[in-house]
């Protein structure tokens, strides 16, 4: 019932900002954290950053942390990726996320994935 669909993703230049959208429905937006991760060729899935239920406190990897900035807007049901200073390394396929009361870190939702492609 609930799906998130994530949308915003393309190809950019290295030190463009590009900002991703994850739409939902189905559910109950306010009830869930919600959280980004990518996923590039031959390596695994990675923690990107993720938002609390009010959207008061959020979190990041360390490779991310200054330039992407995770916000929310529960009137719209969605949440944002705002990326800034794009890196060739942060080409990947992105996807949200979401996880009810935020409880854990195994989220109970996942979107379909939007791909970022950066280049030098």
């Known amino acids: 019932q609930v799906r998130l669909v994530e949308s915003g993703g393309g190809l950019v230049q290295a030190g463009d900002s590009l900002r991703l959208s994850c739409a939902t429905s189905g559910g109950t937006f306010s009830l869930y954290a919600m959280g980004w991760f990518r996923q590039a060729p031959g390596k695994e899935r990675e923690f990107v950053g993720a938002i609390n239920l009010s959207g008061s406190n959020t979190n990041y990897a360390d490779s991310v942390k200054g330039r992407f900035t995770i916000s929310r807007d529960n009137a719209k049901n969605t949440v944002y990726l705002q990326m800034n200073s794009l890196k060739p390394e942060d080409t990947a396929v992105y996807y949200c996320?979401?996880?009810?009361?935020?409880?854990?870190?195994?989220?109970?939702?996942w979107g379909q994935g939007t791909q970022v492609t950066v280049s030098s």
């Open positions: 996320a979401a996880d009810l009361w935020g409880s854990s870190s195994d989220y109970d939702y």
